[in-house]
């Protein structure tokens, strides 16, 4: 089993910044794609950007320019920058890691006020 802890979730003004951490712990031996998603309210869960081992990145193409995923291999975790932050951002942001299946964390509160 693995458990991915996220953070740094908050409130913020439009155009603002905040950084998600998540970090992943347990039965970890060759952990593979990280990612992150969202959801606000009533709407469905959406993709938001992803980074494979080697660092390579996708994002939605919302958020091209304004985040930027990274992640630190030796400690397990992945980081989310998000800059120029819009009140459309406002969801519930989770990390997503694949570890032979693929795990989710709890969920951090990300909102944007206008």
């Known amino acids: 089993q693995v458990q991915l802890l996220e953070s740094g979730g908050g409130l913020v003004q439009t155009g603002g910044s905040l950084r998600l951490s998540c970090a992943a712990s347990?039965?970890?031996?060759?952990?593979?794609?990280m990612a992150w998603y969202r959801q606000a309210p009533g709407k469905q869960r959406e993709f938001v950007a992803t980074?494979?081992?080697?660092?390579?990145?996708t994002y939605l193409e919302s958020v091209k320019g304004r985040f930027t995923i990274r992640r630190d291999n030796a400690k397990n975790t992945v980081d989310l920058q998000m800059d120029n932050l819009k009140p459309e951002d406002t969801a519930v942001y989770y990390c997503?890691?694949?570890?032979?299946?693929?795990?989710w964390g709890q969920g951090t509160q990300v909102t944007v006020s206008s």
């Open positions: 980074i494979t081992v080697t660092g390579f990145s």
């Open positions: 997503n890691a694949y570890e032979s299946q693929w795990y």
């Open positions: 347990g039965s970890i031996r060759n952990l593979g794609n």
